[in-house]
């Protein structure tokens, strides 16, 4: 069965610094993977995804995403971090391949952003 | 596209009421899911439908909770007899799945609290 591990619960990072949020998979092949978001009292919204090819995978509002198939992890960073960007983070992996399946989210990581 | 569209946003309830939360997913997608997110639990997929047909329903917590399709573009969760337990938000999303995952998108989801 997948599964999917954010070890950080809360992560606090200064306004202009740099973030990473770190993201473990397990799964027994090479996994769909996911980044969402989601800002207070609003569903989740999609930032980025890998399916195959470039393991450097680029998303929306400046985040980027690394595939670790050795490591099977796919943290997400942000060279500068804005205000705005403090929301929870969740990542997902889903089996590749299959039409009928779910994917599978971690606990989620809160991004706090000090001023 | 309006996305994913929920109803109600908020809902306050008795225990023992019925409760009605309804979906109506993005035009074209053949995939709709419900989840419910709580601290404790985090995300939880509760049921999901493929082509209006429910394909797995072991994420529905009891015989309290039910959900249907009857059509393409609609889709509702009903918990009968509601319970203080009950309470979390409740996010309707939909996709595309054919021979892979495409990701999701989320409804602004259903604040649904028992008193």
């Known amino acids: 069965a997948q599964s999917v591990t954010q070890p950080d619960i809360h992560i606090t990072v200064s306004e202009g610094a740099s973030l990473e949020l770190r993201c473990n998979y397990s799964?027994?092949?090479?996994?769909?993977l996911f980044w969402y978001v989601q800002s207070p009292g609003q569903g989740l919204q999609l930032l980025l995804k890998?399916?195959?090819?470039?393991?450097l995978v680029q998303g929306i509002k400046g985040f980027e995403a690394e595939f670790k198939r050795s490591q099977s992890s796919f943290n997400l960073r942000k060279p500068s971090v804005h205000w705005s960007d403090a929301a929870e983070y969740f990542c997902?992996?889903?089996?590749?391949?299959?039409?009928?399946?779910?994917?599978?989210f971690g606990k989620g990581t809160m991004l706090l952003v000090s001023p | 596209d309006a996305g994913v569209i929920q109803s109600p946003r908020h809902e306050v309830t008795e225990m023992g009421q019925e409760v009605t939360l309804r979906c109506k997913p993005i035009?074209?997608?053949?995939?709709l899911f419900w989840y419910r997110q709580t601290m404790m639990r985090g995300l939880e997929l509760l049921i999901y439908?493929?082509?209006?047909?429910?394909?797995?329903d072991s994420g529905m917590p009891e015989d309290r909770f039910s959900a249907k399709m009857p059509n393409a573009s609609f889709s509702t969760l009903k918990i009968q007899p509601s319970e203080p337990r009950d309470s979390a938000v409740y996010f309707c999303?939909?996709?595309?799945?054919?021979?892979?995952?495409?990701?999701?998108?989320f409804g602004s989801g259903t604040r649904l609290t028992v008193v």
């Open positions: 999303a939909s996709s595309f799945l054919s021979r892979g995952h495409y990701g999701y998108t």
């Open positions: 799964y027994g092949a090479t996994p769909y």
């Open positions: 439908f493929n082509n209006n047909v429910p394909i797995d």
């Open positions: 997902a992996v889903g089996p590749s391949g299959s039409g009928y399946s779910t994917l599978t």
């Open positions: 035009s074209g997608h053949n995939s």
């Open positions: 890998y399916f195959s090819g470039d393991t």
